[in-house]
T-cell receptor, first 112, second 112 residues
Framework: DGGITQSPKYLFRKEGQNVTLSCEQNLNHDAMYWYRQDPGQGLRLIYYSQIVNDFQKGDIAEGYSVSREKKESFPLTVTSAQKNPTAFYLC???????????FGQGTRLTVV | GESVGLHLPTLSVQEGDNSIINCAYSNSASDYFIWYKQESGKGPQFIIDIRSNMDKRQGQRVTVLLNKTVKHLSLQIAATQPGDSAVYFCAEERDSSYKLIFGSGTRLLVRP
């Protein structure tokens, strides 16, 4: 089955540690996106990538890093520089030039 | 599952009634709009979209209306069912940038 998969579903991190969230898609989509969701707020764009080996900052990129070495994969690293990392993180993908995005099931990150 | 928003505006409707969820957007340059449905702890699912050269678009049990004069978007759900209970987000694409800007969402509760 084609789809977009995020793992893990729940993730706990100690303060000061980096953590990487996985996002894989087998939809042959060119573009991939990372969003952050906080209670009472809409989704905010962290990073996006239109093609392999290229990515751009979104609206809230500080404290995050990404890589796009393969078309299928767009991992997000939450670094220790991110001051308030506890949130629900959503990965999405789409065909280039097509804004309709398909979302993963999300990863809930909690800093303990 | 995790709640996607603890302080969202809430619309409560009786099962079988019609629901209308509203969304205001701020950028008159936005030219593409999408409605997403998000159930608790899951990623958003595409419902329906509309381009700025249209005023109305219908899907199965759903209708989206766009009023560009007042920058207002609405989602109408006919014969609301318990499975429609979720948080609904509108999203806009600005200037054909392929980036979506999401609203803060509305929680729909369907009373049996």
């Amino acid at each position: 089955d084609g789809g977009i998969t995020q793992s893990p579903k729940y993730l706990f991190r100690k303060e000061g540690q980096n953590v990487t969230l996985s996002c894989e898609q087998n939809l042959n989509h060119d573009a991939m996106y990372w969003y952050r969701q906080d209670p009472g707020q809409g989704l905010r764009l962290i990073y996006y990538s239109q093609i392999v080996n290229d990515f751009q900052k979104g609206d809230i990129a500080e404290g995050y890093s990404v890589s796009r070495e393969k078309k299928e994969s767009f991992p997000l690293t939450v670094t220790s520089a991110q001051k308030n990392p506890t949130a629900f993180y959503l990965c999405a993908s789409s065909f280039q030039g097509d804004t309709e995005a398909f979302f993963g099931q999300g990863t809930r990150l909690t800093v303990v | 599952g995790e709640s996607v928003g603890l302080h969202l505006p809430t619309l409560s409707v009786q099962e079988g009634d019609n629901s209308i969820i509203n969304c205001a957007y701020s950028n008159s340059a936005s030219d593409y709009f999408i409605w997403y449905k998000q159930e608790s702890g899951k990623g958003p699912q595409f419902i329906i979209d509309i381009r700025s050269n249209m005023d109305k678009r219908q899907g199965q049990r759903v209708t989206v209306l766009l009023n560009k004069t007042v920058k207002h978007l609405s989602l109408q759900i006919a014969a609301t069912q318990p499975g429609d209970s979720a948080v609904y987000f509108c999203a806009e694409e600005r200037d054909s940038s392929y980036k979506l800007i999401f609203g803060s969402g509305t929680r729909l509760l369907v009373r049996p």
